[in-house]
């Protein structure tokens, strides 16, 4: 049977680090053995012919040899086992070219041929090597005798004992094992930190989850309606999934790069960065509305998440349109449930004239309201917000009133755009003035001059402070209080955007007597006169 590896990638881990360990150390410890053997050999070898050499020097050997035939008790014997025992050698051997025996550690060998080849040392050469003899295997070295004329008349032969070059080596043997086991003691230490790290940082995953997992963040990211932007530690973008691109306008050339040099400089760019903080921030990119929420990470990175909120934006849009409409509605409503009591009161007292009257003085003042704003603003969308507005005001105790100055023609691009512009001018500037003063007033100017549509609004207000005119017109900057799931500050930053988007701009000022001015220039926004013609505005007052 197949063996079942751990399912867990640090156990495999350690598994696998433990037998290359182990494996290693096994290898190394070899390694190091094969060669200890052989130079264990080689100084055998070299110690057996430096005996050799030093015997054959002796200076009466060779002539002992030549004087008479190989005896137990000649003097090459005792010339050759005092050589023996004084160097601990195995055996010294003197042999005459016939290879004759003329000493021998058993004497009863002498006389009889050696056991092994004594050819190389009779033709005048040193020779080491292990050979089998009949004092069993040794480590040994031949070298030529020579007379005295130089001629070789035999040849020393000396031996190491094998065993004693195993003993060598099997002595060395523990503390080779010991330093083998504390280096695979270390290694395997050394796993098993790595191991319990990898633990850690995997927190228990199995290795076949992995794959899966990676899969599903995949399909997780890429499927979403939310972006998804990580960054590292230092800032650089690590992970952007495809709703974040289309939402950031960014392409996939972003991966690695800072986040700064990937985004334009604003306010997008600083709250991903978290140099803004907070929870469900606000930021207006491309003219989509996005909600920004930041999260850091255990390795010192960040994960942002971005939310299109541009169509909850707009619906919220026309529900404060809507919502001012019934305000304005319900406003007309109480002025006229008013009126009609004043009406039935008058004929109940059968003040007759005193009822026409009033009831002309009513319709009459109703109609010069619509009438004033329908001779300046010939846009139906634009003079009927003004209309609608003039009603919120009147309730609110703030009048409305349209400049003498104001001439909008009929030939608006886009009505909406403009309304947009307006309506959230108007708001502000109501908010502005109806909590200060009693004899409060907005004033809206609409011109056109060529093609490009100029909008002031003023009011007589507290103003703006010089050291915020800008600042009013950033993304989430409101000096109202926001209401439950309703953020603000995004008005005037809409408003300076598509003022932008048309090329023109927006900006705040100081009004002549108090108060605050906006401004809105917002070129080519009308559609411009065909040569020739005159325009239909001037000639219908």
Known sequence: MRPRLPRRVFAQALSVQLLITTGVTALTAGLFLAPLGAQLDEQAERRALAIAEAAAAQPGLAHDILAGPPSPDGPVQTAAERIRLATDASYVVVVDTRGIRYSHTTPAEIGRHVSTDPGPALAGREWTGIENGTLGRSARGKVPLRGPEGAIVGAVSVGI???????????????????????????????????????????????????????????????????????DRKGRVRLINDEA??????????????????????????????????????TVRDGRVLVVNRMDTTDGGTVATLRDRTELEQLGRELDGTRGLTEALRAQDHEHANRLHTLVGLLELEMYQEAVDFVAEVTGAHRATAEQVTERVHEPLVSALLVGKSAVAAERG??????????????????????????????????????????????????????????????????????????????????KEAAPNRPRGLGLSLVRRLAERYGGSARAGERDGGGAVFTVDLPDALHPLAPGTRSLEGVSR
Do not use: M
């Open 161 to 231: 004992a094998y065993d004693d070059v195993r003993d060598i080596l099997l002595h060395a043997l523990p503390s080779i094992l010991t330093n083998a086991g504390a280096a695979l003691a270390v290694g395997a230490l050394a796993a098993l930190a790595v191991s319990w790290r990898l633990r850690k940082r995997t927190r228990g995953i199995a290795l076949s989850e992995i794959s899966a997992l990676l899969d599903e963040r995949e399909a997780i990211l890429h499927g979403i309606r939310e972006g998804v932007v990580a960054l």
């Open 398 to 479: 703030v009048a409305l009133r349209v400049s003498e100055e104001s001439d909008l023609p009929g030939r608006v691009v886009e009505p909406g755009d403009l309304v947009t512009v307006l309506g959230n001018l108007v708001d502000n500037a109501l908010d502005a003035t109806g909590r200060y003063r009693p004899d409060a007033f907005v004033e809206v100017g609409i011109r056109a001059e060529g093609t490009t549509a100029v909008v002031t609004v003023s009011d007589n207000g507290p103003g703006v402070p010089e050291e915020v005119r800008e600042l009013v017109f950033a993304d989430g900057w409101s000096t």
């Open 245 to 282: 691109r289309r939402l950031l306008g960014i392409g996939p050339d972003a991966l690695g790069r800072p986040l700064d040099a990937a985004l334009p400089p604003g306010r997008t760019t600083d709250v991903l960065a978290g140099r803004v903080t907070g929870t469900d921030l606000l």
